[in-house]
C-alpha cells in the first residue's frame, strides 16, 4: 500500500454558515474562517474540507447550486474566497471543496433553460419522464420525504428529485453534461485547491428505465435506493472524471457514498482504478435505526460499533482506505449520539477522538467537536431550520397527526440542525459566533463549552486533540499499522492492536460508565509506554489486567 499525503492528514470540515460571522449579519462567512485560521492551524489539522460557498437560494444550504463558479453573497466574494485559500496555502494548510453534481438548484441556468421546452438544448441535463397513469413516473420516494419528482406544467413533464423539489438531479447520461462538470472541476482545480468531497456521488448513475421500487407496507412512495445508489455506469463516470478532470493534478478525493459496502468500497477506492482515494460510508451511523429508517430511533450498541469498524478496517487493510468519522453537518454530535454527553461529556469525547485518530484511514473533524461540542434541544420547531427536518415534522405530525413529543424527541436524537448550531467561540452573546441575531440559535450551554475556556484550559477536549494529531504525525503506526481486534466478545471494552514495522500499540476503549477490566493477551509483554489516555494513569502500570474508569482511554506502545 503506497503512502500518500492525504492518508497521513488530518481533515476539519467547516460547515461555512455556522462557523464564524465577520460583519454581524448572522451568517457565517468567508472573513470569518480567515480569522480563525490561526486557531486551526493550533489545532494541528492539516486540511480544511469547506461545505459549500457556491452561489445559491439556499433551499438547503447551500447544497442547491445555482452557480458553480460564483460565491453565495451571504459568504463573500470570489476575492475572499481567494484571499482564503492563499492565506490557508500560506499556513501550509490544504482545501477541498464541495463538489456537488447529482443535482443543481432549480434556479441554475441549465435548468431554467431545460424546463423551457422539450427541445430546448439543456432539457437533457435533467431528467425529464411523461407521468404514468395519471401520476408519478415511478414510485421512488425523495431522501427528504414525499415523491422524488415534481409536475411541471409548462411542458406538461415531472422532473427527478432525490432531494429537495429545489434541487432537481442532473442527467449523467449526457456526455454535455459530464463535459460541463469536468470544466467546472479544472476552474476550481487551476485556481489551486487541494481536491474534492464529492456529495452522494454514487447517486449520479441511475438504473436504465427508472423502474418502479418495492413498496413498504402502507407507504405510497417507496425507497428506491437499490435504483440509483452505485448504479450500472457509476464507475465509468468517477473514472472518466479522473481521466478528463483530476489526473493532472495532486489531490485527494473523497465520496460521499451511501448504500456502499465493502467489496464496493474497494472498487471505487482501489489505487489501480483511479476513481476516489477514500469513501464516506453510512454502515456505523445507520446502527440507530430501525427499519423505518432515520427517524426510527433504537439503541446503539456498542458490539455493532466495534464489529461495524472491524468489519471495514479489515476489508479495506491492503487496498483502498477508511475515512473516519463520527460525525459531520448531516449527523447528530458525536458525543451525544454515541456517548454519554452529561457528566462523563469531557471523557467521552476524548474517548471517541482516541477512537477515531488510533484507527487505519484518514479521520475527519467537524467543526466543534474538538471542544465537545452537544446536541441540542429548542422547545419549539419553529427553532429549527433544516428542510429535511421540516419536511419530516410536517408529514408525520401536520399530515398524518404522529405524536408530536415522539417526533420532537426524534429531532433532538437525530436532527441535522444538532450539528449546525453556531461554533461556540467564547462566553459572550450568541457564543461569540456573531454581534447580530444568529440565523440558527445557539446552543445555550456554550457559557461552559466555547474555544476560549478550552484553549485555557490545559486538560481541555481541544488540547487532547492537539495531543492526538500530533502523535499522529510522529508515529507512522497509528496511520499505516495493520489492526487486529482484543476481547472480541466483549460488551464495554473495544480494544485493538496497531503493528507496524516491528512495533505494537495497543488501544483500549471503555464504552461505558462501569469499571470493566481490559486483559491483556498472554502473548503481549505486560509493560508499554502511555502515549496517551484521558485520565492519569501511574508510570509503569501492569497492563496483564486494567480496571478502566468509565470511558477511559488509554493508548500504550509495547515494549
Same mark, same amino acid.
Given at each position: 500500500?503506497?503512502?500518500?499525503?492525504?492518508?497521513?492528514?488530518?481533515?476539519?470540515?467547516?460547515?461555512?454558515?455556522?462557523?464564524?460571522?465577520?460583519?454581524?449579519?448572522?451568517?457565517?462567512?468567508?472573513?470569518?474562517?480567515?480569522?480563525?485560521?490561526?486557531?486551526?492551524?493550533?489545532?494541528? /489539522?492539516?486540511?480544511?474540507?469547506? #461545505?459549500?460557498?457556491?452561489?445559491?437560494?439556499?433551499? +438547503?444550504?447551500?447544497?442547491?447550486?445555482?452557480?458553480?463558479?460564483?460565491?453565495?453573497?451571504?459568504?463573500?466574494?470570489?476575492?475572499?474566497?481567494?484571499?482564503?485559500?492563499?492565506?490557508?496555502?500560506?499556513?501550509?494548510?490544504?482545501?477541498?471543496?464541495?463538489?456537488?453534481?447529482?443535482?443543481?438548484?432549480?434556479?441554475?441556468?441549465?435548468? $431554467?433553460?431545460?424546463?423551457?421546452?422539450?427541445?430546448?438544448?439543456?432539457? +437533457?441535463?435533467?431528467?425529464?419522464?411523461?407521468? &404514468? =397513469?395519471?401520476?408519478?413516473?415511478?414510485?421512488?420516494?425523495?431522501?427528504?420525504?414525499?415523491?422524488?419528482?415534481?409536475?411541471?406544467?409548462?411542458?406538461?413533464?415531472?422532473?427527478?428529485?432525490?432531494?429537495?423539489?429545489?434541487?432537481?438531479?442532473?442527467?449523467?447520461?449526457?456526455?454535455?453534461?459530464?463535459?460541463?462538470?469536468?470544466?467546472?472541476?479544472?476552474?476550481?482545480?487551476?485556481?489551486?485547491?487541494?481536491?474534492?468531497?464529492? +456529495?452522494? /456521488?454514487?447517486?449520479?448513475?441511475?438504473?436504465?428505465?427508472?423502474?418502479?421500487?418495492?413498496?413498504?407496507?402502507?407507504?405510497?412512495?417507496?425507497?428506491?435506493?437499490?435504483?440509483?445508489?452505485?448504479?450500472?455506469?457509476?464507475?465509468?463516470?468517477?473514472?472518466?472524471?479522473?481521466?478528463?478532470?483530476?489526473?493532472?493534478?495532486?489531490?485527494?478525493?473523497?465520496?460521499?457514498?451511501?448504500?456502499?459496502?465493502?467489496?464496493?468500497?474497494?472498487?471505487?477506492?482501489?489505487?489501480?482504478?483511479?476513481?476516489?482515494?477514500?469513501?464516506?460510508?453510512? =454502515?456505523?451511523?445507520?446502527?440507530?435505526?430501525?427499519?423505518?429508517?432515520?427517524?426510527?430511533?433504537?439503541?446503539? &450498541?456498542?458490539?455493532?460499533?466495534?464489529?461495524?469498524?472491524?468489519?471495514?478496517?479489515?476489508?479495506?487493510?491492503?487496498?483502498?482506505?477508511?475515512?473516519?468519522?463520527?460525525?459531520?453537518?448531516?449527523?447528530?454530535?458525536?458525543?451525544?449520539?454515541?456517548?454519554?454527553?452529561?457528566?462523563?461529556?469531557?471523557?467521552?469525547?476524548?474517548?471517541?477522538?482516541?477512537?477515531?485518530?488510533?484507527?487505519?484511514?484518514?479521520?475527519?473533524?467537524?467543526?466543534?467537536?474538538?471542544?465537545?461540542?452537544?446536541?441540542?434541544?429548542?422547545?419549539?420547531?419553529?427553532?429549527?431550520?433544516?428542510?429535511?427536518?421540516?419536511?419530516? @415534522?410536517?408529514?408525520?405530525?401536520?399530515? %398524518?397527526?404522529?405524536?408530536? +413529543?415522539? $417526533?420532537?424527541?426524534?429531532?433532538?436524537?437525530?436532527?441535522?440542525?444538532?450539528?449546525?448550531?453556531?461554533?461556540?467561540?467564547?462566553?459572550?452573546?450568541?457564543?461569540?459566533?456573531?454581534?447580530?441575531?444568529?440565523?440558527?440559535? $445557539? %446552543?445555550?450551554?456554550?457559557?461552559?463549552?466555547?474555544?476560549?475556556?478550552?484553549?485555557?484550559?490545559?486538560?481541555?477536549?481541544?488540547? @487532547?486533540?492537539?495531543?492526538?494529531?500530533?502523535?499522529?504525525?510522529?508515529?507512522?503506526?497509528?496511520?499505516?499499522? #495493520?489492526?487486529?481486534?482484543?476481547?472480541?466478545?466483549?460488551?464495554?471494552?473495544?480494544?485493538?492492536?496497531?503493528?507496524?514495522?516491528?512495533?505494537?500499540?495497543?488501544?483500549?476503549?471503555?464504552?461505558?460508565?462501569?469499571?470493566?477490566?481490559?486483559?491483556?493477551?498472554?502473548? @503481549?509483554?505486560?509493560?508499554?509506554?502511555?502515549?496517551?489516555?484521558?485520565?492519569?494513569?501511574?508510570?509503569?502500570?501492569?497492563?496483564?489486567?486494567?480496571?478502566?474508569?468509565?470511558? =477511559?482511554?488509554?493508548?500504550?506502545?509495547?515494549?
Amino acid at each position: 500500500m503506497s503512502k500518500q499525503w492525504w492518508k497521513e492528514a488530518v481533515i476539519y470540515q467547516i460547515y461555512p454558515r455556522s462557523f464564524k460571522d465577520s460583519n454581524g449579519d448572522g451568517v457565517g462567512d468567508i472573513n470569518g474562517i480567515i480569522s480563525k485560521l490561526d486557531y486551526l492551524k493550533e489545532l494541528g /489539522i492539516d486540511v480544511i474540507w469547506l #461545505s459549500p460557498v457556491y452561489q445559491s437560494p439556499n433551499d +438547503d444550504n447551500g447544497y442547491d447550486i445555482s452557480d458553480y463558479r460564483g460565491i453565495m453573497d451571504e459568504f463573500g466574494t470570489m476575492a475572499d474566497w481567494e484571499r482564503l485559500l492563499a492565506e490557508m496555502h500560506k499556513r501550509g494548510l490544504k482545501l477541498i471543496m464541495d463538489l456537488v453534481v447529482n443535482h443543481s438548484s432549480d434556479e441554475h441556468a441549465w435548468f $431554467v433553460e431545460s424546463r423551457k421546452s422539450k427541445d430546448n438544448p439543456y432539457r +437533457d441535463y435533467y431528467i425529464w419522464r411523461d407521468g &404514468k =397513469e395519471g401520476g408519478e413516473p415511478n414510485n421512488w420516494e425523495s431522501c427528504f420525504s414525499g415523491s422524488a419528482w415534481k409536475y411541471d406544467e409548462s411542458t406538461d413533464q415531472y422532473f427527478l428529485h432525490l432531494f429537495s423539489q429545489k434541487q432537481p438531479d442532473l442527467n449523467w447520461e449526457n456526455p454535455k453534461l459530464r463535459e460541463e462538470v469536468y470544466d467546472m472541476m479544472k476552474f476550481w482545480l487551476d485556481k489551486g485547491i487541494d481536491g474534492f468531497r464529492m +456529495d452522494v /456521488i454514487n447517486f449520479i448513475s441511475k438504473v436504465d428505465g427508472l423502474p418502479d421500487a418495492e413498496l413498504p407496507d402502507g407507504r405510497k412512495f417507496a425507497p428506491g435506493g437499490d435504483y440509483y445508489m452505485n448504479g450500472p455506469k457509476i464507475h465509468d463516470y468517477l473514472q472518466e472524471m479522473n481521466e478528463k478532470a483530476l489526473s493532472g493534478y495532486d489531490v485527494m478525493t473523497v465520496g460521499e457514498m451511501p448504500g456502499v459496502n465493502v467489496e464496493e468500497a474497494k472498487l471505487y477506492t482501489a489505487e489501480d482504478r483511479s476513481e476516489v482515494n477514500m469513501v464516506f460510508q453510512f =454502515e456505523h451511523v445507520d446502527l440507530d435505526s430501525g427499519p423505518g429508517g432515520k427517524w426510527d430511533l433504537r439503541p446503539m &450498541k456498542m458490539s455493532a460499533l466495534r464489529d461495524s469498524f472491524t468489519k471495514w478496517q479489515k476489508g479495506l487493510e491492503h487496498e483502498g482506505w477508511n475515512s473516519l468519522y463520527l460525525n459531520n453537518h448531516d449527523q447528530p454530535r458525536m458525543v451525544s449520539r454515541f456517548r454519554n454527553d452529561k457528566e462523563y461529556r469531557v471523557e467521552s469525547a476524548k474517548m471517541l477522538a482516541t477512537f477515531l485518530h488510533t484507527l487505519k484511514g484518514t479521520p475527519y473533524i467537524y467543526q466543534g467537536e474538538e471542544l465537545g461540542m452537544t446536541n441540542v434541544r429548542f422547545d419549539s420547531i419553529e427553532d429549527y431550520q433544516d428542510i429535511e427536518t421540516l419536511n419530516m @415534522y410536517r408529514e408525520k405530525v401536520i399530515e %398524518n397527526g404522529e405524536d408530536q +413529543d415522539l $417526533v420532537m424527541n426524534s429531532i433532538y436524537v437525530k436532527g441535522r440542525d444538532n450539528a449546525r448550531t453556531p461554533m461556540q467561540w467564547d462566553d459572550s452573546e450568541h457564543g461569540g459566533f456573531t454581534t447580530g441575531d444568529p440565523w440558527l440559535k $445557539v %446552543n445555550p450551554n456554550y457559557t461552559e463549552i466555547n474555544a476560549e475556556k478550552a484553549m485555557e484550559d490545559p486538560d481541555s477536549v481541544f488540547h @487532547y486533540y492537539r495531543r492526538l494529531i500530533s502523535l499522529r504525525k510522529e508515529y507512522p503506526i497509528m496511520v499505516y499499522g #495493520s489492526y487486529e481486534l482484543l476481547m472480541p466478545d466483549h460488551d464495554r471494552i473495544y480494544a485493538y492492536t496497531r503493528k507496524y514495522e516491528g512495533q505494537t500499540m495497543i488501544v483500549m476503549l471503555n464504552f461505558s460508565s462501569e469499571n470493566p477490566v481490559f486483559k491483556l493477551p498472554s502473548e @503481549y509483554e505486560s509493560a508499554g509506554d502511555l502515549l496517551i489516555g484521558n485520565y492519569g494513569v501511574e508510570a509503569g502500570t501492569d497492563l496483564r489486567e486494567v480496571e478502566l474508569r468509565p470511558y =477511559e482511554a488509554r493508548v500504550y506502545l509495547m515494549k
